[in-house]
């Protein structure tokens, strides 16, 4: 008798099927999608949280400049209700392009001797305005310096006429 040798087929089994290949692309697919996904929305957090940090110095920033550059006196004295307050508008943000602010005040009746500053800042997020505002109470005087050289200055004349 002869021996049979039993010779295998090719294995119909060795590879992947094309069904199993597109199933597999079809998973990194949606996997890269996801990620780029969450990349994009990363990137538009980030620019809010930019300009969120920009709001914060703006602030200090805002309420420094209406210190020194918003109250005037209309007689040259330091009272108070001699001053007048000069609203900054379309001011830019140094390092945030595309953001600006405004600072307005108002009197309160009940309180004269305050002025209520309202900073309003504006800038384009994913070509939509965001607007954020502020409210601060500022004393109703001149820059500390203003009136050191208003006082020097009353003290100079009444000083002169005594002698």
Not at 58 to 67: G, I, P, Q, S, T
Request: proline share 5%; hydrophobic share 40%; charged share 25%.
């Amino acid at each position: 008798m002869a021996e049979r040798t039993h010779m295998r087929p090719v294995d119909a089994e060795a590879g992947f099927t094309l069904a199993e290949m597109l199933a597999a692309l079809g998973i990194l697919l949606f996997g890269v999608t996801a990620l780029l996904g969450a990349l994009s929305a990363s990137v538009g957090q980030r620019r809010t949280t930019d300009a969120r940090h920009a709001l914060t110095a703006l602030c200090e920033h805002a309420m420094h400049r209406v210190r020194h550059e918003a109250v005037t006196s209309t007689t040259g004295d330091s009272s108070p209700f001699d001053l007048e307050f000069t609203p900054l508008t379309d001011q830019t943000v140094p390092g945030f392009p595309g953001m600006s602010w405004t600072a307005t005040a108002t009197v309160d009746e009940d309180r004269p001797d305050l002025w209520l500053v309202t900073i309003r800042a504006s800038w384009l997020d994913q070509g939509e305005e965001v607007v954020a505002e502020f409210l601060r109470v500022l004393p109703r005087q001149l820059p500390l310096r203003d009136r050191v050289l208003s006082f020097k200055n009353r003290g100079a004349g009444g000083s002169a006429r005594t002698r």
